[in-house]
T-cell receptor, first 115, second 114 residues
């Protein structure tokens, strides 16, 4: 069964460093998403991406964040200068369509720890 | 901002009995609702969904009920099995831009006792 994959599974970085989280969405999916879950809190939407551009972003997704689909298979989230509060599980998701009602399938997540 | 609420952080049920997980929402623009199951250190796994034009959707042991007037949905698992023990998240979405963002509840930890 096709699935969303994410690398790395864990990432430890120093505050102020740049990190890139990678995702390979399900191959025939057209819509891509990043969510995060800070320990003990809800899963929160960060950004959605379609047709090589951002469709929506939350207020969490500030100028420190960027997304890219550098080739036909990868979807990346870059945090330019990490802060302590960026420590969280980051989940990538993809869906075949964006609307009217389409299920998003999630990857296993990357646990990011900023020291 | 708690547009999707799961008021029970935990639920314990005996194996073979019914598990009922509840979810309330406040945003009347939500028109699609999903349940996800999550094990520790894994991503959310899709279980079942329901459109706002329906009031019930069934898939095997899982049934989701939607009461739009009460802005309430529930997930029924019957019979419950020990492997169902996980955190269950309710999520909702509505038309926004060209793609949909999911708004999640805080989750309910289900424990099915053998």
């Amino acid at each position: 069964e096709p699935e969303v994959t994410q690398t790395p599974s864990h990432q430890v970085t120093q505050m102020g460093q740049e990190v890139i989280l990678r995702c390979v969405p399900i191959s025939n999916h057209l819509y891509f998403y990043w969510y995060r879950q800070i320990l003990g809190q809800k899963v929160e939407f960060l950004v959605s991406f379609y047709n090589n551009e951002i469709s929506e972003k939350s207020e969490i997704f500030d100028d420190q964040f960027s997304v890219e689909r550098p080739d036909g298979s990868n979807f990346t989230l870059k945090i330019r200068s990490t802060k302590l509060e960026d420590s969280a599980m980051y989940f990538c998701a993809s869906s075949e369509q964006g609307f009217p009602q389409e299920t998003q399938y999630f990857g296993p997540g990357t646990r990011l720890l900023v020291l | 901002d708690q547009q999707v609420k799961q008021n029970s952080p935990s639920l314990s049920v005996q194996e073979g009995r019914i598990s009922i997980l509840n979810c309330d929402y406040t945003n009347s623009m939500f028109d699609y609702f999903l349940w996800y199951k999550k094990y520790p250190a894994e991503g959310p796994t899709f279980l079942i969904s329901i459109s706002s034009i329906k009031d019930k959707n069934e898939d095997g042991r899982f049934t989701v009920f939607l009461n739009k007037s009460a802005k309430h949905l529930s997930l029924h698992i019957v019979p419950s099995q020990p492997g169902d023990s996980a955190v269950y998240f309710c999520a909702a979405s509505g038309i926004s831009g060209s793609a949909r963002q999911l708004t999640f509840g805080s989750g309910t930890q289900l424990t099915v006792l053998p």
